[in-house]
């Protein structure tokens, strides 16, 4: 079967390399003749003005209050408000992104407004009270995107994006960086939605908003998958060389042809799993994508995505062990990646370009990826990538035709200033701001005595020109940048996030496992004349495969964040244990749900009788209010307020279970269905967390909180079981699908509709999120269990 060309990619490719040629020829002019030289001593004797701190009240109170890193997010804003240099701040930031991001000249008019609309915008979100805040969520976090999202009208969209990236996370191989992959997808989305609301202004509807915004996350995500799944995959060492071909093939002929071919059987067994999902994903961003694109602009959108992976692939294939690369080779591959990268979001949301935008992003992407060359120069090196620094590094000993790529960089920065951007000002302070920040940055990073070695390496051939540069590196104040903060609080935050994560599931896999080894319940030795399979049947319903949430919640806030002793409360962990299966048998039984399927095995009826399965409920609650009362190590009075709580919520859970039979087939409302969601699900989380309380004596408030907490979570938790009833898999569930409806049992599926419960289960994850803000303690523990609670998957 013939494949149907849509581009001729040798005459695209050609096209793009011959304009980057004649770019890289005005480039390599300036370095010879070293005419940045003059012009820029010039632009950075006026600019440094500005920049090199004078002594003032500013100063002084600059002292006065430590000037925070830029990984310290909120302290550092905190100071740069306190210090009155947040309105600059927030100017340049938000002036550049204008540059970088949407590609726009700053002496228009109507640009410098919409600018100053954002800086006031984004300075009262930044500067309000935590108190005021409409969204109280730390940035970034699940919580505070789904605010935004209910703000916009949205929160189908970004319920979708999450599962999304929890998906990406969980395929993220060993061998590639699963934080920097997630930070390079959220920034893509985020620069496509930037792009979008640009275009969008202030005069579009709700209705229209939320459409448009929806579509760009959308086609944010579908772009924004490339990164880790072609581009970082195919630098990792993940692929096999003979997979890479393949998979590289697979991608030229989609943007060829605008069609993906079928995954072939002949991959390698581990990677089989992986190549599958990645190849689904991409197919299904793909065809969204190009299904958005407007027909007369179609064919552009793919030359330039066929010019951005093509020179990435030339890149990928170079060798550093080859000494003969030239000049053109080594700088017309980076200046068509760098461009072609930018100009696709634009093209992706086929969006108008004004006059002057596709000179001033093809001009600029060179300015960036040099930057980012130098700063990642040695983990390059060491992975043997070959880049303009890499390159330089190792043969600029030997070959004294290679361009210096650092002098490169000025002249590219010399040309930006007063051939793209005319001389204005403002693009001249930020251009340099920007420059001396990442020089900053990096000799911070890299510590001074590398860096000067570095630069001995690196300086310009005109010493005055470098010593220039490296005083306003060791001088110069108040350059920093809004986006890199972000990057530097993303970072920390996900890497504080999988941190937190892996030590969550390696507290709950570890506790489970002690648990479950003090469950089972000892046989009486004494002779007896009649088989009593009573205890028999209760070790049968404990070994079952269960979750031990409960017991796990009391384990870990007890001692964890109480301090009281693990032996002290072995007894109470028992007890929630004896006293959550006991409650699972009564509700599997046919005379209430009529269950066959429990923790991956057949349910205690099944395998007895009712009789036996009744009793045994009935043995497990007595077993548990006995062990409560062996909590010895607690004063009598503790011990007794625990019994009487303990019995208390059991009476409600039985009170809750009544009105759930009494309910069903009948209509029930959204309050009523939370009252008895509380009753089955949340008293039982909320006593996992008062009990350990009570016996820590903690104050009043924190009860109450904890209480708040537990019902939220509650409320989510049996959300996401009602949803799984709809759409889980009775394997990964360990219990039979579609009972509710088969019993005709109202949920939050059948009241609110599949989308519905959806939103109503993240309203009550932000809620319990929220909450947590009033627990003086670490509550990492219940966060991350909150997050287990709407993404499990059994």
Known sequence: MMKTVLINEDTCYAMAEQKASNYFQSLYQQVLQKSYVTTLTSDIQSWKHNHIPHHSIVTFLSRRKRKPTSFEYHSYLQWLDYTGKLDNY?????????????????????????IQSVVTSLKNNLTQSQENKKNKNETFSMAWLYRWAQQES????????????????NHIPQGMDADHAQRKLIKIIAGVILHEMEEMGDRTSADGRAHRLDRAIRLGYAYGLTYPFIDDLLDSKVLSDKEKKQYSDLIRTTLTTGAVPKLGSDWEEENKALITFIHSELREGFEYIKAQQRPETIRSFFEQSYVFFHSQEVDREKDLTNEKYTNEELYIPV?????????????????????????????????????????????????GAVTPYTYYLKYHNQRNDLINPFELYWSVISNLIHHVYHSDKKACEIILNRAINGLKRYKERLGTKKYNQVMEIFASGVPEFNSVIQKMVNKADDVDFFDKLLRDHMITSLKKDRKEQEEFQESIDNVREQINQLLPIAKDETATLLIEPITDAANYSLEGDGKRLRPIITWIMGINEYQLSKSAIVPLLRSLEFMHTASLIFDDLPSQDNASIRR????????????????TALFLTQKAIEEQSMLEDFDSKTVLSLIQYSAQMTAEMCKGQAMDLGSRGKPLTLEQLNMLCFYKTGIAFEAALIMPAILAHTTELEMQALKKYAYHAGIA??????????????????????????????????????????????????????TLQEIPRNTAFLKHLLNYMVHREH
């Open 600 to 615: 991956g095995r057949s349910t205690l009826h099944m395998v007895y009788n009712n009789a036996i399965a009744e009793l």
């Open 90 to 114: 927030l100017d340049r930031s938000i002036s550049y992104i204008f540059m970088r991001d949407l590609g726009k000249a700053l002496d228009s008019k109507e640009t410098e407004a919409r």
């Open 335 to 383: 200046i068509l990646k760098s461009a072609s990268s930018r100009l696709i979001v634009r093209s992706v949301i086929t969006a108008e370009e004004d006059e002057g935008f596709d000179k001033r992003t093809f001009f600029y992407g060179i300015y960036n990826q040099l930057a980012d060359d130098f700063a990642d120069m040695f983990d390059d090196l060491e992975n």
């Open 154 to 169: 949205i929160e189908l969209t970004i319920i979708w994006l999450m599962n999304k990236l929890k998906s990406v996370a």
């Open 717 to 770: 938790f049996q959300i996401k079981d009602d949803l799984l009833d709809v759409e889980g898999d009775t394997n990964t569930l360990g219990k039979s699908v579609g009972k509710d409806a088969e019993n005709n049992h109202s949920t939050f599926v059948s009241i609110l509709g599949l989308n519905g419960a959806k939103k109503a289960m993240w309203e009550h994850y932000c809620l319990a999120m929220e």
